[in-house]
C-alpha cells in the first residue's frame, strides 16, 4: 500500500500507545521486583522454618535416646547389666523408633585395670564378654583418649553432666560409665569412671529411613519439594550419610541453609537439664545442608523474575503489536475505502463518456441528421467502438468480482501461447493502426506448450496491449515477444509487452498490481483507467499456475511479463530427449 501522510490524530494515538506501553512495562519491571522480594522473603521464611523443624525432631529423637541411657553411678556394681537390660526394654516399648539403635556395649575395666569388652545380648537380656568388631575401631580409639583424658575421681555434678560423644563415622553414641565408690573408714564417696557405654545406631536405617522421612516431612516428597537436601560432615571432604537429589551438587562454601546437627542436639540437651551431646571430630560431625536446584534461592528468584518479566514484556509488546496493526489496518481501510470511491468515480466517468457518445449518436440518427449513407458508416463504427469500450470495461469489473467471491473457473489445457498472442495482435492490429502506432513482433518458433486457460491468456494480452496503448504517450510504439526461459530449474514460456512511454515512478512500481491502483500522474493527465486491469492480469495469471512481473524506467517505458509453466507432459518430453 503506497505510504499515505498520517493525520494528527493517529500521531497522538501512536504517542498515547507507545508512552501506555512505556509506563506498563515500567510498572511490570517494578512490580516483578517486588514480587520477587515478597517470593524470596517467603522462601527463606519458609526455608528456616522447614529447617528449624526437622532440627527439632531429630534433637528430640537424638536426646531421647541418651536420656534413656543415662546410667545411675550411686547402683551397685552387680546393678549395672540389670539396669541397661530394663533401660533397653523401656527404649525399645516406648520409642518411635526402636531401629535407631543397632547394640549395645560396654568396655570396663576390672579391679586389676584390665579392659573387658562385653556386648549385650537380646535373647538372654544380658551382656557376654566379645572382641571388638572391626566396625568399632573408630570408637576403641576415641574411648582410649578419653580413658586418659579422665581423672581418677569426679563431682557428682560432673559425672550427671558428662556429655554424650557422638563417632559419626561408625555412627555410635559414647559415654563413661560412672559409679560411686567408698574411699575408705570415714572417707567420703567418691566417683570414678569405671568404664564406657557404647550404643551403636543403625546407619542403614539412619540413611533409608529416619533422614528420608524427616526430609519428606519438613521439605516436601520426592518431585515436589523446592530443595535438596544432604546429610554430610561439617567440611570438607565432605562425606554424605544421605543425599535426597543426586543430581544436585550442594555448594561446598554458601549452601541456602546449614546447621551443625549434633551442636544442635547438645544445646537441647542443655536446656532439657540433661547431659549434652558432642562430636568427637567438629569436622565430622552431621551437618544438614539444604539448596536450591537453580545453584541458590536468590538466583532461583532472579530466573523467575527473569522468566516472568519475559513472559510479561512479551505480552506487552504483543499488545503494541496488535495495536499497531489495528492502526495500520485502520490506514489500509482507509487507503482501500478512497480507492474504492476513485474507482466508483472513475468507472461512473468512463461509462459516461461512451454512453454520451452513443446516446448523442443515436439522438442524431432518430433525427434524421444523418443522411449520406458515408455519415451513417461512420456513426455505426463509432456507437460500435464506444460499445466495445463498455463492453470492455463491464467485463473487466465483472471479472474482479468473480474472483473477489471464488467464482472464476479456467478451463486448463496444453496450449501454444505464441498463437494466442498472435492472434490477439491481429485482433488489435486495426486500434493500433488507428492510433498511429507502429507494432513489434518477435516470437520464437517451436516454443513448449503451457497449461493455461485460452479465454484468460486473451484477457490478459489485450489487457496489457491497451495499457500500452493508453500510457505511450507520444511514441507510439508497442512490442510483443514470446520466448522459452527458465525460472531456476523449471522451464517457462514468457510473453512480454513493451513500450516507450510514461513509465512508473520507483515508489509506485511494488503497488502497481494492486487493485484501483492508479499513479498519480496518470490522474492528474485524465488518462482513462480505474485501476483494474494490471491487477486482473495478476490474478489470472496466478490462477494459472503463472506470474507477471513489471520493470520500468520513469519516462522511457515499462515491460510487462507474462511468465506461464510449461506442461509436464512437455517438461517429461525435453528430460528423455536429454
Known amino acids: 500500500m503506497k505510504w499515505m501522510k498520517r493525520p494528527g490524530g493517529e500521531w497522538v494515538a501512536i504517542v498515547a500507545m507507545v508512552a501506555g506501553v512505556s509506563i506498563l512495562a515500567a510498572f511490570q519491571y517494578r512490580w516483578t521486583g517486588e514480587i520477587s522480594r515478597t517470593e524470596q522473603n517467603r522462601l527463606k521464611v519458609s526455608l528456616a522454618a522447614s529447617v528449624r523443624d526437622f532440627d527439632q525432631e531429630f534433637s528430640y529423637d537424638f536426646q531421647q535416646l541418651c536420656e534413656a541411657f543415662e546410667l545411675d553411678p550411686e547402683r551397685d556394681a552387680p546393678g549395672l547389666e540389670s539396669e541397661l537390660a530394663a533401660r533397653h526394654l523401656n527404649w525399645s516399648k516406648s520409642s518411635p523408633h526402636p531401629e535407631f539403635v543397632n547394640g549395645f556395649f560396654l568396655w570396663m575395666m576390672d579391679s586389676a585395670g584390665a579392659p573387658r569388652f562385653e556386648q549385650f545380648q537380646d535373647a538372654e537380656q544380658r551382656f557376654r564378654d566379645a572382641d571388638w568388631p572391626a ?14 583424658q579422665l581423672d581418677s575421681a569426679v563431682n557428682d555434678r560432673d559425672a550427671v553432666y558428662y556429655p554424650w560423644t557422638a563417632i559419626e563415622e561408625v555412627p555410635a553414641l559414647v559415654r563413661p560409665v560412672f559409679r560411686i565408690v567408698s574411699a575408705g573408714s570415714g572417707a567420703e564417696p567418691e566417683v570414678h569412671a569405671t568404664g564406657f557405654l557404647i550404643v551403636e545406631l543403625n546407619g542403614t536405617f539412619l540413611e533409608q529411613q529416619y533422614f528420608p522421612d524427616l526430609v519428606d516431612r519438613y521439605f516436601g516428597a520426592a518431585g515436589q519439594r523446592s530443595f535438596a537436601v544432604t546429610i554430610r560432615s561439617a567440611k570438607p571432604p565432605y562425606q554424605a550419610v544421605y543425599v535426597s537429589d543426586p543430581g544436585v551438587s550442594i555448594s561446598a562454601s554458601s549452601p541456602d541453609a546449614a546447621v551443625n546437627l549434633i551442636d544442635l542436639a547438645g544445646g537441647e540437651a542443655k536446656r532439657r537439664g540433661h547431659a549434652p551431646v558432642q562430636s568427637s571430630d567438629a569436622s565430622r560431625q552431621w551437618q544438614l ?4 536446584p537453580a545453584g541458590s534461592l536468590e538466583g532461583a528468584v532472579a530466573r523467575w523474575r527473569r522468566r516472568n518479566l519475559a513472559i510479561s514484556l512479551g505480552l506487552l509488546a504483543v499488545l503494541a503489536g496488535s495495536m499497531a496493526m489495528l492502526i495500520s489496518a485502520a490506514r489500509r481501510s482507509r487507503a482501500l475505502a478512497k480507492m474504492q470511491m476513485e474507482f466508483v468515480a472513475g468507472v461512473s466517468h468512463e461509462l459516461c463518456t461512451p454512453l454520451a457518445v452513443i446516446n448523442s449518436a443515436a439522438e442524431n440518427l432518430a433525427d434524421g441528421v444523418v443522411e449520406t449513407p458515408k455519415q451513417m458508416q461512420e456513426y455505426g463504427g463509432m456507437i460500435r467502438g464506444q460499445g466495445r469500450r463498455l463492453e470492455r470495461l463491464v467485463d473487466g469489473v465483472l471479472l474482479f468480482t468473480a474472483g473477489r467471491f471464488g467464482l472464476s473457473g479456467y478451463e486448463m489445457a496444453p496450449l501454444d501461447v505464441a498463437a494466442i498472442a498472435e492472434q490477439s495482435l491481429l485482433a488489435a492490429e486495426p486500434a493500433l493502426r488507428d ?3 507502429t507494432l513489434e513482433t518477435e516470437m520464437a518458433r517451436g516454443l513448449p506448450l503451457v497449461m493455461a486457460d485460452p479465454s484468460a491468456v486473451t484477457t490478459c494480452i489485450e489487457n496489457l496491449i491497451s495499457n500500452a496503448i493508453k500510457y505511450s504517450d507520444s511514441a507510439k ?8 526461459a527458465c525460472n531456476g530449474s523449471k522451464p517457462e514460456v514468457q510473453i512480454r509487452v513493451e513500450d516507450k512511454g510514461v513509465g512508473i515512478p520507483p515508489a509506485d512500481l511494488p503497488h502497481i498490481l494492486e487493485p484501483f491502483y492508479r499513479v498519480q500522474s496518470a490522474r492528474d493527465t485524465q488518462i482513462s483507467g480505474v485501476g483494474l486491469g494490471l491487477h486482473l492480469v495478476k490474478r489470472m495469471m496466478e490462477d494459472m499456475g503463472g506470474r507477471v512481473s513489471v520493470s520500468s524506467e520513469l519516462g522511457r517505458g515499462t515491460h510487462v511479463t507474462l511468465h506461464f509453466s510449461v506442461a509436464e507432459s512437455e517438461v517429461h518430453e525435453t528430460m528423455e530427449g536429454k
Do not use: K, Y
Request: charged share 30%; aromatic share 6%.
Open 135 to 148: 566396625r568399632l575401631q573408630p570408637v576403641r580409639e576415641v574411648l582410649e583418649r578419653q580413658g586418659r
Open 289 to 292: 545442608a539444604i539448596q536450591h
Open 435 to 437: 492510433a498511429g502506432f
Open 477 to 484: 510504439w508497442v512490442a510483443v515477444r514470446a520466448r522459452a
